[in-house]
T-cell receptor
Framework: AQKVTQAQTEISVVEKEDVTLDCVYE???????LFWYKQPPSGELVFLIR??????QNEISGRYSWNFQKSTSSFNFTITASQVVDSAVYFC????????????FGKGNQVVVIP | NAGVTQTPKFQVLKTGQSMTLQCAQD?????MYWYRQDPGMGLRLIHY???????DQGEVPNGYNVSRSTTEDFPLRLLSAAPSQTSVYFC???????????????FGPGTRLTVT
């Protein structure tokens, strides 16, 4: 069964600090996909990134970066130089290739950026 | 291109009432999903569909019914509302490839449901 764990529930940072969100996953599949979504206070869910299990290349997109390590089953997300607009709940999710694209979500990290 | 739309945005029901949450997508996605979001629980899958005429249960299907008569629409029916169904409901859609390729899911704006 697929499972995603986001241990930190709420993280507060001062504006311009970096913040890293941890995501640990469990799956028996050798082929799977990992995702990060952002949910701002307005409530919608915004897709940020998708990674498949064969692609461990880490990625940077603007102030966002992702660190995927199969050896530790982790897919961590870092916001560099945080801004108030980054205040949101961030969800990590997993989809197994055999699972009809069912997403298993972690419980989310509430990020509060203090100006 | 509206993406995924949901109606209504807010709804208050009394225990025992029934209603249908509407969901539509215009991206020609084959797969659609219903999730509920409760505080501290993340999102949990209620029902999903991989194509017209095909539906299946997710983690928390009890008390809900779905059908998929067209590619575009995927309504969620609450048969007899209970206070435990107070939640925010999200509909999502995605493309699921035959070879197991998984694309990101796109979410609607959500429906906030309160059952008293």
């Amino acid at each position: 069964a697929q499972k995603v764990t986001q241990a930190q529930t709420e993280i507060s940072v001062v504006e311009k600090e970096d913040v890293t969100l941890d995501c640990v996953y469990e799956t028996r599949d050798t082929t799977y996909y990992l995702f990060w979504y952002k949910q701002p206070p307005s409530g919608e869910l915004v897709f940020l990134i998708r990674r498949n299990s064969f692609d461990e290349q880490n990625e940077i997109s603007g102030r966002y970066s992702w660190n995927f390590q199969k050896s530790t089953s982790s897919f961590n997300f870092t916001i560099t130089a945080s801004q108030v607009v980054d205040s949101a709940v961030y969800f990590c999710a997993l989809s197994e290739a055999r699972g009809n694209n069912r997403l298993a979500f972690g419980k989310g990290n509430q990020v509060v950026v203090i100006p | 291109n509206a993406g995924v739309t949901q109606t209504p945005k807010f709804q208050v029901l009394k225990t025992g009432q029934s209603m249908t949450l509407q969901c539509a997508q215009d991206m020609n996605h084959n797969s659609m999903y219903w999730y509920r979001q409760d505080p501290g629980m993340g999102l949990r899958l209620i029902h999903y569909s991989v194509g017209a005429g095909i539906t299946d249960q997710g983690e928390v299907p009890n008390g809900y019914n779905v059908s998929r008569s067209t590619t575009e629409d995927f309504p969620l029916r609450l048969l007899s509302a209970a206070p435990s169904q107070t939640s925010v409901y999200f509909c999502a859609s995605s493309y699921s490839g035959l070879a197991g390729t998984r694309r990101e899911q796109y979410f609607g704006p959500g429906t906030r449901l309160t059952v008293t």
